[in-house]
């Protein structure tokens, strides 16, 4: 009988000449050939804890980086078989069984794994192991028919993410909110969340997903639109953009990114890479990102104001804060007040009404009149713009208004575009499930002051190329254009 050697089983590599997968060699002279598999096997929970250990005190970055990322989980196998082999053999596994499964033990997503790795899918939201939600770009918000295989996996899954981000996650702290490089989560469980434990999950996007032509295309904006998003950018104005979450502000912001004078200094402030900018954007953009640290121990963290108190020794033209959530806003308000460029987004129910939301965050930094700060407020940023997720699934930009001043308790803005709703149509589609259509338009409904025109012309921008510098249509008699609040 002729005996037959397996490059294969020894580590080679077909197609790489000369090439040997050392960690697989080193594994299969220890095992002295033997690596039958047995499918039924589980992996012993001690090795699984073991290397658990072993990456999150040399490799927890690398863990971070790899939930819901391909090529980052290819890094995290290659350490994973590395450190395996320098173990006593487990029989009864090959090297790439126990790989795999001590990474799937360690960061993979379970049965959200699939839907991860969608670029469509924005957020993915658990109110239990067996009800999951999707937000998905093109499909709406839906009820998946995944669920988890038991309760104790969807647990083993939400304490992935606690262990990988060194918090602790227990009845006297229910709630955990971690950032990963690809996403970020919500946690809130025990006593707190009364019919199971609440993840929600943030995908972060890793490319661009709007561009002129989508944003005209999916309704977004209207074509007329475009250039104002050119002459904000170029005369580096200062922006709020406000709308609920999952209504495309942080896509927008990276899309307006694009806009600016692209030796334009540029900082972007943020809790975790959520934009992604370096991979969408090349060393020319003169692009720069800084990130806060929150750490339990709040002597080692670092705060929106921290990183604001050294924005302008950095010589930037324009400051970019992904959110306003709190006390920041003061900071933000100063750079504002300086004449930088600044684009940021809040939580507001339109354009008019963030300039009251953004007073309220500012006071818990300081203590003086709410009246003030809105009228500073209204005098240091030129435009708010609002975006909704409407009825039909469709984000659209719905409001952009021009700030003016603020006047005998009243804010006094001019809207320049409004979305029109002419029509919405109700339906059933083939689930039984209600359905909308929406008919409507972005209309233009006023013009830029003569201040702002004055100022785009001296920062070198074609005011005559911008339909919002024109005077309006003359009405006729018995039509009516969109009211103005």
Not at 173 to 194: E, Q, T
Not at 342 to 355: K, N
Request: charged letters at 25%; aromatic letters at 8%.
């Amino acid at each position: 009988m002729e005996n037959v050697i397996s490059l294969e089983d020894l580590g080679y590599i077909p197609l790489m000449p000369e090439r040997i997968n050392i960690e697989t060699f080193i594994y299969i002279i220890k095992s002295g050939g033997h690596t039958s598999t047995t499918t039924n096997k589980e992996i012993p929970q001690d090795l699984i804890d073991t290397v658990k250990k072993y990456l999150l005190d040399e490799h927890k970055e690398l863990i971070q980086e790899s939930f819901g990322d391909e090529v980052k989980k290819k890094a995290l196998w290659g350490v994973v078989s590395q450190f395996i082999t320098s173990q006593p053999n487990i029989e009864g596994f090959t090297l790439e069984q126990l790989a795999k499964g001590i990474v799937d033990a360690v960061a993979g997503l379970d049965v959200l794994e699939a839907f991860a790795e969608q670029d469509t899918v924005t957020d993915i939201i658990c109110n239990n192991w067996d009800e999951i939600w999707i937000k998905d770009l093109e499909k709406g918000d839906y009820l998946s028919n995944v669920t988890f295989k038991s309760k104790e996996a969807y647990l083993a899954l939400c304490n992935k993410f606690v262990n990988a981000s060194g918090q602790t996650w227990t009845h006297s702290k229910p709630k955990c909110d971690a950032y990963f490089s690809n996403m970020r989560i919500n946690l809130v469980g025990f006593d707190i969340s009364k019919y199971g434990v609440s993840l929600a999950i943030r995908i972060f996007g890793k490319t661009l997903r709007i561009n002129d032509e989508i944003i005209v295309e999916e309704g977004l904006a209207s074509k007329e639109m475009l250039p104002l998003f050119t002459a904000m950018m170029r005369s580096r104005s200062r922006i709020l953009i406000s709308g609920e979450t999952g209504t495309g502000k942080t896509e927008f912001m990276k899309y307006l990114l694009g806009k600016k004078v692209k030796t334009d200094k540029t900082l972007v402030l943020q809790d975790v890479d959520e934009m992604n900018l370096k991979q969408i954007y090349s060393k020319e953009w003169n692009l720069s990102t800084w990130l806060t640290r929150e750490r339990e121990d709040s002597s080692t963290s670092v705060t929106y104001e921290d990183l604001l108190s050294g924005v302008v020794r950095q010589t930037i033209k324009i400051i970019c804060i992904n959110e306003l959530r709190g006390r920041e806003a003061w900071g933000a308000k100063k750079i504002a007040e300086t004449g930088h460029g600044i684009l940021t987004s809040l939580h507001s129910p339109s354009a008019a009404d963030s300039v009251e939301r953004y007073s309220s965050m500012c006071l818990e930094a300081v203590n003086i009149s709410k009246e003030y700060l809105q009228q500073s407020i209204a005098l240091n940023f030129d435009y708010g713009m609002h975006f909704e997720l409407m009825l039909d699934g469709k984000r659209r930009l719905t409001e952009i208004v021009e700030y003016i001043g603020y006047e005998n308790g009243k804010l006094i803005y001019t809207p320049l575009y409004l979305f029109n709703v002419k029509e919405i149509k109700e339906f059933q589609d083939e689930h039984d499930q209600t359905k909308f259509i929406i008919n409507g338009s972005h209309e233009r409904v006023g013009k830029l002051s003569g201040r702002m025109i004055k100022e785009l012309k001296f920062k070198g921008i074609k005011t005559s190329e911008l339909e919002v510098t024109k005077e309006l249509p003359v009405v006729k008699e018995g039509e009516k254009l969109i009211g103005i609040s």
